[in-house]
């Protein structure tokens, strides 16, 4: 378990980037996205089968509608998680990404072309 925090929080440091928004979301600490990704990186995980996730996760996704979980997305973070499961993510924590819209550098499939 200690391992798995280590590796969690040592790939979410090299995902995250600060928000460049002149107002950056003030529910998002500097480690509210790592929390996010800790506890709800299991169901993300390249190559594994979905698994939905706990609801301690979901609970912490609903506090900022994925904000968070969503600065660390980037091509760094693609090497480890699958994106495409976001959206899934996304839908059993109670539809907290709108279709079209962006959870980092991944646009939510749906919504306007």
Do not use: H
């Not at 912490?60 to 976001?86: A, P, R, W």
């Amino acid at each position: 378990m200690v391992r798995t925090f280590i590796l969690y929080m040592l790939m979410f440091m090299l995902l995250v980037n600060k928000p460049t928004s002149s107002q950056p979301n003030p529910t998002c600490s500097e480690t509210k996205g790592f929390y996010d990704l800790y506890i709800c990186g299991g169901p993300l995980l390249l190559d594994t089968p979905w698994e939905s996730p706990s609801q301690e996760c979901c609970n912490s996704l609903k506090i900022d509608k994925m904000y968070c979980l969503c600065q660390g997305v980037t091509k760094v973070f693609m090497q480890y998680f699958e994106v495409n499961k976001l959206p899934k993510l996304s839908q059993a924590c109670g539809n907290l990404l709108t279709p079209g819209s962006y959870c980092g550098i991944y646009k939510i499939p749906g919504g306007a072309a």
